[in-house]
Every structure is written in structure tokens, then in C-alpha cells.
Nanobody, 123 residues
């Protein structure tokens, strides 16, 4: 199984970025997906999750209204559209595939992880 993130980079505060996570080696539609992030010196934190069909999503309060998670099962790809970025959004963003098809917010509910992509927001 491989999860490969792309789309990170450097952006000014208030700007936008779109992340992608390409999955292979698994039946993508059998897994809920999520994005987590980890800033230097901080614990990994949940960002957003989406169920197997894309019909249900859940966001961390810190990103609600600014980030949008989506998926394309035909392309085995998950996305995170980020807008209104703030310096505190700076982190390594990782995608993850859950054990099951339902949304989940705990890292322990996820069995496959990508390597992560750096997002840096300058003030």
C-alpha cells in the first residue's frame, strides 16, 4: 500500500493550497480517509476525515469553514482544499486510510499513512 501526498508548499497568509493523496495497493473505496498534520514540537492532530463514498465529512474546529476534504474513488485520490491559510496552519500534512469505511478522528483508527507534505504559511 502506498499513499503519496503532493501539493504542499509556501504560501502567504490568506492564501490557498490544494493537497492531493494518491493511493495504490488497496481497494480505495473500502476505506474512509483523512488528513492529519504535525507542526514542529507539537503532537500530530486531526484535520479532516471523509467516509468511503464522500457523503460524510468531519473537520477539526480549527479548520472548519476554511478547508474542504473530498475524494475521487475512480482516481483513488483524496484531496484537501485549503483557503484562508494562517501561519498556525504550518505543518507537515499527511493523508491516512482508515481500517473501515466510516469517518474517524483518532490516529489509531488509521492503518496506512503517507510520508507527508510540508505546508508553510508566512505572515
Amino acid at each position: 500500500v502506498q499513499l503519496v501526498e503532493s501539493g504542499g508548499g509556501l504560501v502567504q497568509a490568506g492564501g490557498s493550497l490544494s493537497l492531493s493523496c494518491a493511493a495504490s495497493g488497496l481497494l480505495f473505496s473500502n476505506h474512509a480517509m483523512a488528513w492529519f498534520r504535525q507542526a514542529p514540537g507539537k503532537e500530530r492532530e486531526f484535520v479532516a476525515t471523509i467516509n468511503w463514498s464522500g457523503g460524510q465529512t468531519l473537520y477539526a474546529d480549527s479548520v472548519k469553514g476554511r478547508f474542504t476534504i473530498s475524494r475521487d474513488n475512480a482516481k483513488n485520490t483524496e484531496y484537501l482544499q485549503m483557503s484562508g491559510l494562517k501561519p498556525e496552519d504550518t505543518a507537515v500534512y499527511s493523508c491516512a486510510a482508515a481500517r473501515g469505511i466510516f469517518i474517524a478522528t483518532r490516529a489509531s483508527d488509521y492503518v496506512y499513512w503517507g510520508q507527508g507534505t510540508q505546508v508553510t504559511v508566512s505572515s
